[in-house]
């Protein structure tokens, strides 16, 4: 950028994407840094899935095959699969 760069209504009299200067700008003024770096478009356009009771169901869904990621939709998508301690009741001897 030159030094004659408005972004967002700032000027940047150094490379806006020096570390920490991110972090700096968002504490001092309580917005969001108006410069971003393609690698972090993932950050600025994060949209949660709500899979509903699904998420919490890691049976609920079939094998997904013929998938070029290694992390398939399912597995990111439902919490279930994603929890660090599960615990799976498969009968009850008594319900008192």
């Given at each position: 950028?030159?030094?004659?760069?408005?972004?967002?209504?700032?000027?940047?009299?150094?490379?806006?994407?020096?570390?920490?200067?991110?972090?700096?700008?968002?504490?001092?003024?309580?917005?969001?840094?108006?410069?971003?770096?393609?690698?972090?478009?993932?950050?600025?356009?994060?949209?949660?899935i709500n899979?509903?009771?699904?998420?919490?169901?890691?049976?609920?869904?079939?094998?997904?095959?013929?998938?070029?990621?290694?992390?398939?939709?399912?597995?990111?998508?439902?919490?279930?699969?994603?929890?660090?301690?599960?615990?799976?009741?498969?009968?009850?001897?008594?319900?008192?």
């Open positions: 950028l030159s030094s004659s760069a408005v972004i967002g209504g700032q000027t940047f009299a150094n490379s806006p994407t020096t570390p920490g200067v991110r972090e700096q700008y968002e504490v001092t003024t309580g917005q969001f840094f108006p410069v971003s770096m393609p690698s972090e478009s993932g950050r600025a356009a994060f949209i949660s899979r509903g009771p699904d998420y919490f169901d890691r049976f609920s869904h079939a094998a997904e095959t013929n998938t070029l990621s290694t992390t398939t939709w399912n597995n990111y998508s439902i919490g279930a699969l994603q929890a660090a301690m599960r615990l799976d009741i498969t009968g009850a001897v008594s319900s008192t």
